[in-house]
């Protein structure tokens, strides 16, 4: 009997445009199999998708937006977090267990 399973993608982007492109990303599938190993980020050169809109086009739905960094004055070129990371979730049907 068939279940769904829930995949999740994050993808971090060069701006808050949803089709600026993708510099960083990760995949959690739910649908693999346990004993399957987990893709790692960084596993791949190439991202999934190039940008938030062409994984909506497929599919994705967006669950989570980022909220835009502060800036405080004197501080704008330090590092940190990648500020525009947004979660997409699909699900898939997977065979019974």
């Known amino acids: 009997m068939p279940h769904q399973r829930q995949q999740l993608l994050v993808l971090c982007l060069a701006a808050p445009d949803l089709e600026s492109s993708t510099v960083a990303w990760s995949l959690y599938d739910?649908?693999?199999p346990v004993d399957d190993l987990?893709?790692?980020t960084g596993d791949d050169k190439t991202p999934p998708y190039a940008s938030v809109l062409r994984a909506m086009q497929d599919g994705w739905r967006?669950?989570?937006v980022p909220s835009?960094?502060?800036y405080i004055p004197g501080h704008?070129?330090?590092t940190t977090h990648l500020p525009y990371e947004y979660i997409l979730e699909r699900m898939v049907t997977v065979d019974g267990e």
């Open 38 to 40: 987990q893709p790692q």
């Open 30 to 32: 739910g649908a693999r």
């Open 76 to 78: 704008e070129h330090e």
């Open 68 to 70: 835009l960094p502060t």
């Open 62 to 64: 967006v669950i989570q």
